[in-house]
């Protein structure tokens, strides 16, 4: 079960994957900008933070055609393989480890990505952590309640979160979450966290809050 694969990682944060550690939005960016170029005002940085705050693939998701063709490499393995890493983020996750506030991946891509997804985390020597992914049969639209679901039920396990997604820390902020809320990728002026949530865009500033929160 998930609660005896976190026995044996040290209680602490669990990590989102895409667009914390793997530049998946920038992947998508470029793909679509192949088949349907982006207007000049759009950029990488736009499309990500946008999609970030909303949900919205920024200018494609108004296109059917260009979004039919996005929604072929959402649970594309070999799309995934090939996502470089963010920019400090396996040095900053290491740096977590080592600090014992690092307990597991949480993600949600299928189960049928993880052995993909388990090889692009050790072929870029993030940290060996149990990897929780969404079961195939729970729909995509669900997981912000599956995330939830997860969070609540391993409260003992995992102390909080850190996720790119502002629905996501949103929803648990609603559900009244207790853990240590982080959102990695815009900066405080971009989301206001109302208190419960430590908003910081790259992985050297999310990392120093972090330590300075639990050691």
């Not at 400090?88 to 506030?101: E, M, V, Y």
């Not at 997981?143 to 629905?167: A, F, M, V």
């Not at 853990?179 to 990728?185: R, V």
Request: proline letters at 6%.
């Amino acid at each position: 079960t998930i609660a005896e694969e976190l026995h044996s990682s040290p209680t602490g944060l669990a990590v989102d994957i895409d667009d914390c550690l793997s530049q998946t939005s920038n992947g998508y960016f470029d793909f679509l900008h192949a088949h349907f170029p982006a207007p000049d005002y759009l950029s990488k940085e736009l499309f990500r933070k946008h999609y970030a705050l909303t949900g919205i693939a920024l200018h494609w998701q108004s296109i059917p055609n260009a979004y039919d063709l996005l929604k072929t490499k959402v649970n594309c393995p070999k799309f995934h393989y090939q996502l470089p890493p963010i920019p400090d983020a396996i040095t900053q996750t290491n740096k977590l480890h080592t600090n014992n506030l690092f307990t597991c991946y949480l993600t949600a891509r299928p189960e049928t990505m993880r052995d993909i997804t388990q090889r692009w985390l050790h072929e870029h020597n993030f940290p060996q952590k149990p990897l929780i992914m969404r079961h195939n049969d729970i729909g995509f639209t669900l997981h912000k309640e599956w995330k939830t679901h997860i969070l609540h039920t391993l409260h003992t396990h995992i102390i909080g979160i850190i996720d790119n997604d502002t629905r996501i820390l949103s929803h648990l902020q609603q559900q009244n979450y207790s853990g240590h809320m982080y959102l990695f990728g815009l900066s405080p002026h971009e989301y206001n966290g109302n208190g419960t949530i430590t908003v910081r865009e790259t992985w050297p500033e999310i990392t120093e809050a972090i330590i300075r929160d639990h050691l």
